[in-house]
T-cell receptor
Framework: NAGVTQTPKFRILKIGQSMTLQCTQD?????MYWYRQDPGMGLKLIYY???????DKGEVPNGYNVSRSTTEDFPLRLELAAPSQTSVYFC?????????????FGSGTQLSVL | KQEVTQIPAALSVPEGENLVLNCSFT??????LQWFRQDPGKGLTSLLL?????REQTSGRLNASLDKSSGRSTLYIAASQPGDSATYLC???????????FGKGTRLSVIA
């Protein structure tokens, strides 16, 4: 079982470059999430989606964009990379938002902006 | 705004000890509380989920309790092993239906 798959695992960007972090899940989950984790910190929610075609902002959405055209995929776009976006990015999914639903996480993308 | 605090930030114990990790949250109107484990350089693995109507959940040597009224949860690990060494994160889903808000974690080292 693949679960939640993120690509790439590592990436170095120059300031001002753009890139897309890919996330796909094979569990037919409706809810998907993007978090970032800075060293020594907890995870902060960037964007989330409750189904195809529906996205909403989290705590730290500035500088990012998302789309959800299919149930399986939830890419995160960085348009003009800044050093403040250096972080580890985690994608997660859950079947629904019910109170007994666990989140399943991908293995992360480590991004450095220099 | 919901805030989650975990104490201690780091903990080192000898193998075989029983230990308790603490989590507190500021808004008691939560949907559920979840404990995760994170190994270095890896993603998060869900350990236990406690629904708002529940008081505790158990899985093997792990037991998590929830006291909503006081805004606290504890994760109890019995007979700790070196393989338990990891960072443990607490997260709450508050009733405003905002997805999980995380604490900064407790880094646990179990020494053989």
């Amino acid at each position: 079982n693949a679960g939640v798959t993120q690509t790439p695992k590592f990436r170095i960007l120059k300031i001002g470059q753009s890139m897309t972090l890919q996330c796909t899940q094979d569990m037919n989950h409706n809810y998907m999430y993007w978090y970032r984790q800075d060293p020594g910190m907890g995870l902060k929610l960037i964007y989330y989606s409750v189904g195809a075609g529906i996205t909403d902002k989290g705590e730290v959405p500035n500088g990012y964009n998302v789309s959800r055209s299919t149930t399986e995929d939830f890419p995160l776009r960085l348009e003009l990379a800044a050093p403040s976006q250096t972080s580890v990015y985690f994608c997660a999914s859950s079947h629904s938002g019910e109170d007994n639903e666990k989140l399943f996480f991908g293995s992360g993308t480590q991004l450095s902006v220099l | 705004k919901q805030e989650v605090t975990q104490i201690p930030a780091a903990l080192s114990v000898p193998e075989g000890e029983n230990l308790v990790l603490n989590c507190s949250f500021t808004d008691s109107a939560i949907y559920n509380l979840q404990w995760f484990r994170q190994d270095p350089g890896k993603g998060l693995t869900s350990l236990l989920l406690i629904q708002s109507s529940q008081r505790e959940q158990t899985s093997g040597r792990l037991n998590a309790s929830l006291d909503k009224s006081s805004g606290r949860s504890t994760l109890y690990i019995a007979a700790s092993q070196p393989g338990d060494s990891a960072t443990y994160l607490c997260a709450v889903w508050d009733s405003g239906n905002t997805p999980l808000v995380f604490g900064k974690g407790t880094r646990l080292s179990v020494i053989a």
